[in-house]
């Protein structure tokens, strides 16, 4: 039966991942804010609090290729869990680190269950997703964790009053709360036929993948998100307002208008996905991809230059709103190149090493930048980093394509063809 694109509901399963992705989010954005004072108490500079920022990035590097073979042997859902279930452990760790180089294993820990959820739910997203829906699930995901971020760091400034422990509590709890969520939602539900069908997809290499322009375009901009939105803006943002903004008379201090200005940041964010996501699945993926680039790098550029809070505030959104017009898109391409006939795990690994390729170096190299020549010079090195990414995707080719002359977009299509094994995977769509 043929249902037009938007009259698609998003499979069950994933929105069990969606409402995971929620509780996850909130717990991040808690500890977001107060993980570099937090780093900081420990006796080291810009460049140590940087330093715990990109050790969770190395040990996403480092493993992500485990977490891919891991995904297509064991399958999403186990991998999932456990991944969870070790950064919540990692948290309870960090929130007792009683030295500096405790604090670096134990995030380190929480890196390596990182890349385990993350590749195994980009992966998972993939497989359960119906082309002419790409650009709504990978939004209403994303959303999911934007909206938890609104709320996270503007909670966890609140948290400071209970002690710098308390955040990474609550956020391990929150993550154990999300690994349980997933377990009932996934494998106690009807029809677990569906997820065998995972095994029987055929591996795509990353050297077939790395052949496609498109796919090399998407590890840009991937590397560019990751060196801007998780490496500097985590690390290098709330030093920034924390220093540019103590003792101005404004009515939040330092540390507070870091955090106001991370959910602001989430703000503009959840507003592109939100309004903008879906409209890829017409439209294409490129344009969405570039211009969100190009816009996160002027409100990522200007940010250092910005010595009134309230422009500041407005900088963040503009960054913010770059990155989510860029997030979901950039996603569904992968997903777009991959297809629901081979398994995801390896092109999706790769995909987020580049990003976390970027959060490691990102926030390194502009802490050193910071330390010797300061803080406009950093943010205008990360604004270049994203524009380059963005001229990058100019001369790549979309990859949700028109199936004929001045015929409709694949994700404009009312139906997929599939196979008979397939029909009980869109059983939910049709």
Known sequence: MSVSPEKLKIPGEIRVLISAAFIIAIGFGIITPVLPSYAE?????????????????????????LSGRATT???????????????????????????YSQLLIFRGLGGFGSTLFTVSAMSFLAAKSAPSIRGRVSGAYASAFLIGNISGPLVGGLLVGLGPRAPFLIYGSSLLVASLVVYIGLHRRKGQKRHEIVDERVPWSFAEAFKDNSYKAALGSFFANGWATFGVRNAIMPLFAASAFAGTGFVLDGAQTAAVALSIFAVGNVLAVTFLSRYSDKYGRKPFIVSGLMVAAVGTGVLGFMTN???????SLVAGAGTGMLNAPQQASIADLVGQERKAGTVMSSAQMASDVGSI??????????????????????????????????????????VGPNGPRTGQLPKIASSTKDSDTHSDET
């Open 309 to 315: 809070p309230w422009l500041f505030f407005i900088a």
């Open 41 to 65: 108490s420990f006796g080291v500079g810009a460049f140590g609090v940087s330093a715990v920022v990109s050790i969770f990035g190395l040990a996403r590097l480092i493993l992500a290729p």
């Open 73 to 99: 042997r064991f399958g999403e859902s186990p991998v999932y869990i456990t991944g969870v279930t070790i950064v919540g452990i990692s948290m309870f760790l960090v929130a007792f680190a009683q030295t």
């Open 361 to 402: 170096i990102g926030p390194l190299f502009i802490g050193w930048i910071v330390d010797i020549y300061g803080f406009q010079l950093g943010f205008g090195i990360s604004a270049l980093i994203l524009a380059a990414a963005g001229l990058i995707w100019v001369f790549a080719p979309e990859t949700n394509v028109r």
